[in-house]
């Protein structure tokens, strides 16, 4: 059974801080790995994907990943009350379908 | 360009009654994939389509079925609905089986 944990929250965090978001999965054989922002009551949004391990960088957004410790992370740099979300880990490996985690609520307080 | 779209947006049925749910993906996109979300939880994978064929299929009873048309529409039928079916149901479509989803708005199903 693959699995992909994250801590639930809430995670609050002052405007203008940095936001750590984790995640661990199961599955040795993960090669992809995608974060999703989704607003109560709204869909998913596709905000990072990465393959290899290291940091990837798009605008305030940083996923780091370290497939030795089977572990992803999301940073969100200068958060603001608009990121208040919630932020969902999801792993795959080849043509598998996306395993998602349960998600880490995220409030960041003005 | 559109990005995927469902209908309809709310949906209320009474227990026993059956469903059918539809989405049009994203242009240029081919393979379409269906998730259920209950409240507080990750989106659990139903089934993908490809070609018009189910290609993949996650643990959900055969209530659930599917079809994919040569436009690459698609719909997610579910019979004898029970309370549990209540949920968001999503619809994701990608370039390829291994790319990136992209989700349309999904559909807010209560099952009373």
């Known amino acids: 059974q693959k699995e992909v944990e994250q801590n639930s929250g809430p995670l609050s965090v002052p405007e203008g801080a940095i936001a750590s978001l984790n995640c661990t999965y199961s599955d040795r054989g993960s090669q992809s790995f995608f974060w999703y922002r989704q607003y109560s009551g709204k869909s998913p949004e596709l905000i990072m994907f990465i393959y290899s391990n290291g940091d990837k960088e798009d605008g305030r957004f940083t996923a780091q990943l370290n497939k030795a410790s089977q572990y992803v992370s999301l940073l969100i740099r200068d958060s603001q009350p608009s990121d208040s979300a919630t932020y969902l880990c999801a792993v795959r490996s080849g043509n598998t379908p996306l395993v998602f985690g349960k998600g880490t609520r995220l409030s960041v307080i003005a | 360009d559109a990005g995927v779209t469902q209908s309809p947006t709310h949906l209320i049925k009474t227990r026993g009654q059956q469903v059918t749910l539809r989405c049009s993906p994203k242009s240029g996109h081919d393979t379409v994939s269906w998730y259920q979300q209950a409240l507080g939880q990750g989106p659990q994978f139903i089934f993908q389509y490809y070609e018009e064929e189910e290609r993949q299929r996650g643990n959900f009873p055969d209530r659930f079925s599917g079809h994919q048309f040569p436009n690459y529409s698609s719909e997610l039928n579910v019979n004898a609905l029970w309370l549990g079916d209540s949920a968001l149901y999503l619809c994701?479509?990608?370039?390829?089986?291994?790319?990136?989803?992209?989700f349309g708005n999904g559909t807010r199903l209560t099952v009373t």
């Open positions: 994701a479509s990608s370039l390829a089986l291994d790319s990136p989803l992209h």
